[in-house]
Every structure is written in C-alpha cells, then in structure tokens.
C-alpha cells in the first residue's frame, strides 16, 4: 500500500494562494487516480479535486476556477493549487489514491495538512 504525506498547510488571508503537495512512497504512474478531500470541523469530508492516470481532472463546484490538480510521475507527486481563498476554505486537507469509475472511491490516504483561511 502507498504512503502518502502532504505538505503545504498553512495561514493565509483570505484572497491569498496556496500549494499543497502529496508524495508518495512509490511511482504514481499506474495509479488511476489521485484526489484531495478536506474535513471542516463538524462537517463530513468533501472531495475537492481528482486527476487520473491520464491527467483528466474534476472539481467540487465549491473550488472550480479557483483551485487546480496537477501531478508530476517524476517525482511521485500530486499538487493542489489553490488561489483566491475564502475562510470557507478552511479545513484539513487529505491526499488519497483511489480508483476513478463514474465515482472515486479512494483506498489510501495520507494524514493531512491544515489550511487556515483568515484575516
């Protein structure tokens, strides 16, 4: 199983950017899919993006045009970029792989990074 471990958490005004960083413990270049949720205090945790194998990508309604997934196979990393941020933004962000047929369904996570959004 791949060990995931995400970087890139941090304080930011609102308005700002961020990038998080997902590597894995081995190749990513056969893994179908890679997406990030996050979890809000008291909320359910949300997919936010996903990029497959092939780089296709999906977004939650929330994030799109303002978020973007990327992955580089060389470096067995997956990227989340994430500008214009709101406090709603806020959250512990989590890397996963997982398989993407209609939906994704993820089956290994990493153990997040926490994203403050907030003046």
């Known amino acids: 199983q791949v060990q995931l471990v995400e970087s890139g958490g941090g304080l930011v005004q609102p308005g700002g950017s961020l990038r998080l960083s997902c590597l894995a413990s081995?190749?990513?270049?056969?893994?179908?899919?890679m997406g990030w949720y996050r979890q809000a205090p008291g909320e359910q945790r949300e997919l936010v993006a996903v990029i497959t194998s092939g780089s296709s990508t999906n977004y939650a309604d929330s994030v799109k045009g303002r978020f973007t997934i990327s992955r580089d196979n060389a470096k067995n990393t997956v990227y989340l970029q994430m500008n214009s941020l709101k406090p709603e933004d806020t959250a512990v962000y989590y890397c996963s792989t997982g398989v993407l047929r209609g939906t994704y369904r993820p089956d290994s996570w990493g153990q997040g990074t926490q994203v403050t959004v907030s003046s």
């Open positions: 081995r190749s990513i270049f056969l893994i179908n899919a």
